[in-house]
């Protein structure tokens, strides 16, 4: 990749990559977000074991690829070799 800039004489050369940051821990509203729905939602369905994730005192924490995973496959990982 080349790039031109003004006010110099010789072109810069150089390389970019860019890959945003994407935790591998989510919130109960991180997940809401991915998943465009509300929180209370979410809460719900964690709370009743259908969507993975473990609950630390009175916070939720959701793994993003077992919650992709669940919504790519509509059960949790376990249950998909029943």
Do not use: Y
Not at 49 to 61: F, H, K, S
């Amino acid at each position: 990749m080349t790039i031109e800039t003004l006010g110099e004489s010789a072109p810069v050369i150089g390389r970019h990559a860019f890959r945003p940051f994407e935790p591998d821990v989510l919130t109960l509203e991180e997940v809401a977000e991915l998943l465009c729905v509300e929180p209370d939602a979410v809460a719900d369905l964690a709370s009743s074991g259908e969507l993975p994730g473990r609950q630390i005192g009175d916070a939720w924490r959701f793994a993003r690829s077992a919650v992709l995973d669940w919504l790519a496959h509509g059960s949790r990982p376990e249950d998909s070799d029943q």
